[in-house]
């Protein structure tokens, strides 16, 4: 059990984490065990609107876990899967609910999933059914949270509004110092934005493919997801043990979404809504086809010296019922656990130049390599080169600067090097790293080598263990 944990967060100034599970074994009396585990965090954020408490932002969760050590199914798969692999059935059930700067958002996740190992080095996972319903409860909140998409919205309106005095609204405003129009949140930009979909104003290109961009973003943002997906996840791990410095790490999975409830809509012969989506229980089920791969490495060049590579690959291809990806299975890049150049959701995607608060799409590349030394004692040091990026790719998204149109975006890859401190307490590693950007593909292109190597733009990344 881990209580009254401190932690870094990219909206919190200070924030405090626990956590804690409880085990009963034997429950059924047939050698299954029951996990009960919650966990929670109380956060400061000067962010918040309201302010009136320290404490200003939460979040917390439940999940129960059964496992059960043979395969649950009404047939007989033992010569499939025979007892010396080990299977297990894991039913699981959680809730979640966020409070803080966001949109407030609670999500109620089922699985029922089959584990067994046909050798010493590998695991298969098979997840038969993987549900997740995630309801957003504070969309009104949206344009005060993503301010980025709010000042491109506000910048057209100030344009249109010089070049055509009255045109908008006054209603829909107030005026800043400058005398500069600052559309309201929520009810004054929404209808701006509805009144530019209609037409309602003089856009050029440009203006309606930026406002396209914030509407089709809000819409995705905000919508509730349920998703029902069946996955399955082959591993292969060679290492011995925690101690163990020579091993290596393969892992490839595959997920598909909407499938069986597509199938049941088509045959019920269910009605499609305005935006041609079929629904179940009021919300637009998500329908996507998940690939995604991960190699690892380590080599022990002689005691505790340590040379570890990673290599990552994901995509998750929208179809039928859903034309972009949930935010919850989309891809991100940055932070400590990845492009140590950049902060989390910081970097693409592409060369975009991180438009959003939250930059995230549907494919990912990231490459890693690191050389791990011994310091002094339990102080040890790292030097690493980290490498990738995120696109969107054959989604609903039209920004070429976004998109992985070929092979030629692979120039789009982000480089960054640096520098690492972990003290090794035995139990857990504590982690300091810090990156410079080498290569960063949001620049023009003749200035994205070597031109914020310094200092003054690197970034520090806390870590809890190693990242790979």
């Keep these: 059990m881990q209580v009254l944990t401190p932690y870094t967060s990219t909206i919190q100034q200070l924030g405090i984490g626990f956590k804690g599970s409880l085990f009963l074994r034997n429950v059924f009396r047939g050698a299954e065990i029951l996990q009960i585990s919650g966990n929670g965090s109380l956060g400061a954020s000067k962010d918040v609107a309201d302010n009136n408490s320290f404490f200003n932002i939460s979040e917390f969760g439940v999940t129960s876990k059964l496992s059960i050590p043979r395969v649950m199914l009404p047939i007989n798969v033992d010569r499939w899967i025979p007892k010396y692999m080990a299977p297990t059935t894991n039913i699981s059930l959680g809730f979640n609910a966020q409070n803080n700067i966001g949109l407030d958002r609670q999500s109620l996740s089922g699985i029922y999933n089959y584990n067994w190992r046909p050798s010493k080095t590998r ?21 005060n949270i993503y301010t980025n998409s709010y000042n491109q919205a506000n910048e057209i309106a100030q344009d249109i509004e010089n070049s055509n005095p009255g045109i908008i609204d006054p209603s829909l405003y107030s005026t800043s110092q400058d005398n500069e129009i600052q559309l309201e949140i929520p009810s004054g930009i929404d209808t701006f934005l509805n009144n530019s979909a ?33 996955n399955f996840t082959w591993t292969r791990d060679t290492r011995e043990n925690i101690f163990d410095k020579n091993f290596s790490r393969l892992r490839w999975k595959i997920e598909t979404a909407g499938e069986i409830l597509s199938g049941i809509s088509n045959i ?3 009605e499609k809504n305005n935006n041609e989506n079929y629904e179940t229980l009021g919300v637009v089920f998500s329908q996507y086809a998940k690939v995604e791969a991960e190699f690892i490495k380590h080599w022990q060049v002689s005691n505790d010296y340590v040379v570890a590579i990673r290599a990552f690959g994901g995509i998750a291809i929208p179809y039928g019922n859903s034309e972009s990806i949930p935010f919850t299975r989309s891809y991100f890049a940055g932070g400590a656990n990845d492009n140590r150049g950049w902060r989390p959701y910081d970097l693409g995607p592409g060369s975009s130049g991180s438009l959003f608060e939250f930059n995230e799409a549907n494919f990912k590349l990231a490459f890693n390599l690191e050389y791990r030394f011994p310091i002094l004692g339990a102080l040890k040091g790292a030097l690493f080169v980290d490498g990738g990026n995120i696109w969107n790719a054959l989604d609903n998204v039209k920004d070429e600067s ?9 120039k789009e890859l982000a480089l960054a090097s640096g520098l690492g401190l972990r003290y090794d307490f035995g139990f857990f590693v504590a982690r ?4 410079f950007k080498i290569h960063n593909p949001a620049l023009s292109e003749s200035n994205r080598w070597f031109k914020e190597s310094n200092f003054a733009n690197a ?7 190693y990242p790979f």
Excluded: C, M
């Design 268 to 270: 019920l012969g269910l």
């Design 123 to 143: 695991t298969n996972s098979f997840d038969l059914f993987n549900v997740q319903f995630v309801r957003n409860l504070n969309t009104r909140n949206y344009f």
């Design 402 to 410: 976004l998109k992985f149109s070929g092979l030629e975006d692979l």
């Design 198 to 230: 209609q037409g309602a104003y003089p856009l050029d290109q440009d203006q309606t493919n930026t406002l396209f961009s914030v509407i089709q973003r809000e819409a995705r943002l905000t919508e509730n997801n349920l998703i029902f997906a069946t």
């Design 459 to 465: 970034v520090f990344n806390i870590g809890i263990n």
């Design 432 to 435: 300091l790293d810090t990156g």
